[in-house]
């Protein structure tokens, strides 16, 4: 991380400071999602399993309405010339991948203490396997989304593109996070998640490795 993406860090941290686009989408989706949840379930009780799903599901969707604003604000202000200018690609996609992933993991930090605070099923028996699991998920998701924002940032129907593009690429890490927060709702060990822990480390390193391989040729095009 050099010195030029962290200021690109901060220049998207200010003007989320000032605008809070995100933020606010990222918090009404939170506050309605997990509302409807509630009032759909009404005294009835949830497995653990329905409960970590639906904790994963709320995760994917608010991820997918505000985790776009990255590259298509940039493009909407006609900012992104003069990013070609300053700096090189590789860097570009470092300063916006950071703040995706501080983004990441501030809002499902709360997502999983509400969850905690509102679900009586919810409840973390194995500590370290779920925080294990819940920053590599979150690494992965932050990353995944990261390119797929650039991807779409030029094209025309930007809202519509992004979950369309997400949810194939997302999918095996959210079912294996799904199953890896049973395992830890159930109390298991790191050798009993040992091969899901391995399919969602292998997920950030390729989704990660891919996406600097990919950056140059989507950002110059």
């Known amino acids: 991380m050099n010195t030029k993406a962290y200021a690109l860090y901060k220049k998207d941290f200010n003007s989320e400071l000032r605008t809070r686009y995100a933020v606010n989408s990222l918090a009404m989706f939170i506050i309605v999602a997990i509302s409807v949840i509630l009032f759909s379930i009404g005294n009835e009780k949830i497995s653990q399993s329905l409960t970590g799903g639906l ?7 608010s991820a997918m309405s505000g985790l776009s604003r990255v ?3 940039e493009e909407e202000r006609g900012t992104s ?4 200018l300053v700096a090189a690609p590789s860097t570009i996609f470092s300063g916006k991948l950071l703040f995706n992933v501080i983004l990441v993991f501030c809002m ?18 194995n500590f370290s396997l779920f925080a294990v699991s819940f ?19 030029k094209a025309g129907a930007k809202g519509t593109l992004y979950p369309v ?21 159930q109390g298991a060990g790191f050798g009993d998640a040992k091969f ?6 292998c997920y950030d390193v390729i989704i990660l490795t891919g996406s600097y391989m990919l950056f140059d040729f989507v950002w110059k095009d």
């Open 108 to 125: 499902n930090i709360i997502i999983a203490f509400l969850y905690s605070m509102l679900f009586e099923a919810f409840i973390i028996r």
């Open 71 to 73: 590259f298509v604000s």
């Open 196 to 201: 899901e822990l391995a399919i969602v480390f």
């Open 135 to 153: 920053i590599l998920g979150n690494i992965g998701l932050a990353v995944a989304s990261t390119i797929i924002a650039a991807i779409i940032s």
């Open 55 to 61: 904790f994963w599901v709320v995760i994917f969707f």
């Open 81 to 84: 010339l003069a990013l070609h």
């Open 165 to 185: 593009l997400s949810f194939p690429i997302l999918l095996p890490l959210i079912l294996t996070s799904v199953q890896l927060t049973l395992l830890a709702n």
